[in-house]
Nanobody, 123 residues
Framework: QVQLTESGGGLVQPGGSLRLSCAAS????????LTWFRQAPGQELEGVAY???????TYAWFVKGRFTISKDTTKNTLNLQMNSLKPEDSAKYFC?????????????????WGQGTQVTVSA
């Protein structure tokens, strides 16, 4: 079973920054599609960004220019640098992995998930 463990969430003021990390095995980091999703209370899961095994990257429109997804193959982590945070970015953030292509709009296609880390943006 794939193990994914997120960290780095917390409380930050609007305009601030946070860096999320997702620890996984070396095999997962190198060979899987890796995606960040988020879910606010009462809302559906939404894709934030993904990085394919080819290292091609895609962002959701609402984070483009503010968030940066990356993977560190020396530390076996998936990262999400979040800058210029807004209150509407508040959510629980999850990393997910799957073999094959990535999907921003179909979280149901992912079978491997972390437990999530809470991000709260508030003054």
């Amino acid at each position: 079973q794939v193990q994914l463990t997120e960290s780095g969430g917390g409380l930050v003021q609007p305009g601030g920054s946070l860096r999320l990390s997702c620890a996984a095995s070396e095999d997962i980091i190198r060979t899987n599609c890796l995606t960040w999703f988020r879910q606010a209370p009462g809302q559906e899961l939404e894709g934030v960004a993904y990085i394919e095994d080819s290292n091609e990257i895609t962002y959701a429109w609402f984070v483009k220019g503010r968030f940066t997804i990356s993977k560190d193959t020396t530390k076996n982590t998936l990262n999400l640098q979040m800058n210029s945070l807004k209150p509407e970015d508040s959510a629980k953030y999850f990393c997910a992995a799957r073999r094959g292509i990535c999907y921003l709009f179909f979280p149901e296609k992912y079978s491997d998930w972390g437990q999530g880390t809470q991000v709260t943006v508030s003054a």
